[in-house]
């Protein structure tokens, strides 16, 4: 069902954890769905200098989250923001149909937290196009959820 490559990055997630006092955080997801993720990022000179990620979700949810930190570390914003859900699948050598709209948020997450970033920023020099993209900050755990068949539910999240 899953691809070797999707089961190392679910048994043995990168980039784990939230970055403390994040330039960029995102949220996406949903608890009556089964999969939210929180993805921060760190900024500097352009480029995303760190990224971390807390999911709670079932193995693709955080197989694609620490699939795509790995793919944006060192990236600038705009290779970043190139980085689509489908990049992702295919980066972790595809993913179950029935998988992809609840558990492929990662990529969604971070472009939430570059516009958090990229706000927050503009917030700071006095531009008043900021705006609240989500990024709550929510404790989230990195687990799976109690309804492991949540996943499996399509709707909008």
Do not use: W
């Not at 929180?38 to 000179?45: A, H, S």
């Not at 980085?83 to 997450?109: E, F, I, R, Y």
């Amino acid at each position: 069902m899953y691809s070797d490559l999707v089961m190392d990055h679910f048994s043995a997630p990168r980039n784990v954890g939230e970055i403390e006092e994040p330039d960029g955080v995102g949220r996406i997801g949903s608890p009556e769905c089964g999969d939210v993720i929180r993805l921060t990022i760190k900024v500097g000179d352009g480029r995303i200098t760190d990224v971390k990620f807390k999911a709670f979700g079932c193995g693709a949810a955080v197989a694609t989250s620490s699939m795509a930190t790995e793919l944006v570390k060192g990236a600038t914003l705009d290779e970043a923001l190139a980085v689509t859900n489908q990049t992702v699948a295919d980066a972790l050598g595809g993913l179950p149909a029935q998988k992809m709209h609840c558990s492929n948020l990662a990529a969604d997450a971070l472009h939430l937290a570059i516009e958090d970033y990229l706000a927050r920023r503009d917030d700071a020099s006095g531009d008043e196009t900021a705006c609240d993209v989500g990024s709550g900050d929510d404790e989230l755990p990195v687990g799976r959820p109690a309804d492991e068949a949540a996943c499996d539910r399509t709707g909008e999240s």
